[in-house]
């Protein structure tokens, strides 16, 4: 057969982008998506097919970089200090969330709080939307029991509803449902198939402007052995200020060694994780390569996990971990 030059070129184009793709993005762009008729909760067979099978984010997005080789803050000491080197790692088994069919009905949800700095609706929130920390590892309230808002604040409340086939993410904060409906104290959607960020200054579900749901630890991940992404960290203490992918901040402190929010912190590539078990290897590989993002005020160290009683209980490993065993990093020049 005869080669024309536009023929070569194109084969060129795809040999490059062959080249350019990571393992992960060519296992994900070559595993087919389950078809997605009726709303799926994230700790079933059915979602693991799912998310196996989705693009969370461009693969530039920051939420996918590499930073096992960005080079340190220069005041990661200091910034490590001011969250608490001897305080242990954890986790919170807490961001629920659930897997829409595209055509999933949408309906209004009622913004009470941020709605200056919401995302309109309607949304396609369906009836088992969860609820965050539902259902966990003990005995689980029924669902319809925890969606119900209470009158005061009585916890974050988040709720993450994913819309797999068109790559669209919705997330609320204090959600549940009252007399009158759904009702949410903020609401963001987040096109997962661009690098867009809330405008400068806006808050989301997370203090920090960020999107929860790329960052949760699931279950799917830790079955293959590594966790592929950045995930969000809380610290109780933060500065009043940002860095990019945040665009919001929840602090009066201005002290420097303070974390801002979106600022990057990394597990030392030095820390033997050979000791620890597969689930919990899973998630310090994660850490060694995409870091984690301070993404709220809260408990220092703690990361998201999913609620799916499918992961074993982490803390008494995890709280082998130390502050002092991650540094600030930053993004190259």
């Not at 984010?57 to 080789?69: E, G, M, T, Y």
């Not at 369906?126 to 969606?147: C, F, R, S, T, Y």
Request: hydrophobic share 40%; glycine share 6%.
């Amino acid at each position: 057969m005869k080669t024309t030059p536009i023929l070569l070129l194109a084969l060129l184009c795809v040999v490059a982008h062959a080249a350019d793709e990571s393992p992960r993005l060519t296992r994900i762009r070559s595993t087919k998506m389950p078809a997605i008729t009726a709303p799926v909760l994230f700790n079933t067979p059915q979602a693991d097919a799912i998310l196996s099978a989705l693009e969370i984010l461009p693969p530039d997005n920051p939420f996918n970089q590499d930073v096992s080789a960005w080079p340190l803050h220069p005041r990661s000491r200091a910034i490590v200090a001011s969250i608490g080197p001897d305080k242990p790692f954890r986790y919170n088994p807490d961001m629920a969330f659930v897997l829409v069919p595209p055509d999933q009905p949408r309906v209004p949800v009622n913004v009470l709080e941020y709605p200056g700095e919401s995302d309109r609706g309607p949304f396609p929130v369906p009836d088992n939307v969860p609820i965050e920390g539902w259902p966990g590892h003990d005995k689980p309230p029924p669902l319809a029991d925890v969606q119900r808002r209470p009158p005061k604040y009585g916890g974050d409340r988040h709720a993450i509803v994913v819309d797999p086939v068109n790559r669209m993410l919705y997330e609320f904060f204090t959600f549940g449902r009252t007399a009158d409906g759904w009702a949410a104290g903020q609401a963001s959607v987040f096109d997962l198939k661009t690098n867009k960020l809330r405008p400068d200054g806006w808050t989301s579900a997370d203090a920090a402007g960020l999107p929860i749901f790329p960052a949760v630890v699931r279950y799917d991940e830790i079955q293959r052995g590594m966790v592929e992404h950045a995930m969000r960290v809380t610290v109780r203490r933060t500065r009043r200020a940002y860095v990019a992918p945040a665009t919001h901040f929840a602090s009066r402190l201005t002290d420097e060694d303070l974390p801002r929010m979106g600022e990057r912190l990394r597990l030392r590539q030095d820390f033997d994780v050979s000791k620890f078990s597969p689930p919990v290897q899973a998630i310090l590989k994660g850490l060694k390569t995409y870091g984690m993002f301070v993404a709220d005020n809260g408990i220092e160290w703690a990361i998201s996990v999913a609620p799916d009683p499918r992961i074993p209980v982490l803390h008494e490993e995890l709280r082998r971990i130390r502050g002092r065993d991650f540094e600030v990093v930053v993004a190259p020049k």
